[in-house]
């Protein structure tokens, strides 16, 4: 089992910044991969940012370039860093994590969005 704990959510102004974190309760050196997910009001929930054990990461298209996601491994938390935050950033944000590597077979520890356990989410709302 794994417990996420996300913090960092907050109600800002479009343009500005916030750091988002995800603490787990399990050694990062037993999970595998790790990412951000968020659902935005009345809408499904949808990938963001994912990070794989080796660190490589991949985001969805409307974040790139504005979004940074990233690992403490000795503080065993996950990072999402949003800057130039828009109104259409708003909404839910979710950590998750798998403890096995449930990626492509063929391509060893490749990065993919992780879908076991899910923290309770923190809220983020963007106004213009």
């Known amino acids: 089992q794994v417990q996420l704990v996300e913090s960092g959510g907050d109600s800002v102004q479009a343009g500005e910044s916030l750091r988002l974190s995800c603490l787990s309760s399990?050694?990062?050196?037993?999970?595998?991969?790790m990412g951000w997910y968020r659902r935005p009001p009345g809408k499904q929930r949808e990938k963001v940012a994912a990070?794989?054990?080796?660190?490589?990461?991949i985001y969805t298209e409307s974040v790139k370039g504005r979004f940074t996601i990233s690992r403490d491994v000795a503080k065993n938390t996950m990072y999402l860093q949003m800057d130039r935050l828009k109104p259409e950033d708003t909404g839910v944000y979710y950590c998750?994590?798998?403890?096995?590597?449930?990626?492509?077979?063929?391509?060893?520890?490749?990065?993919?969005?992780?879908?076991?356990?899910w923290g309770q989410g923190t809220q983020v709302t963007v106004s213009s």
């Open positions: 998750a994590a798998d403890l096995i590597y449930r990626g492509a077979p063929e391509v060893p520890r490749a990065v993919y969005y992780p879908t076991d356990y």
């Open positions: 399990r050694n990062f050196s037993r999970l595998d991969a």
């Open positions: 990070i794989s054990t080796g660190g490589t990461t």
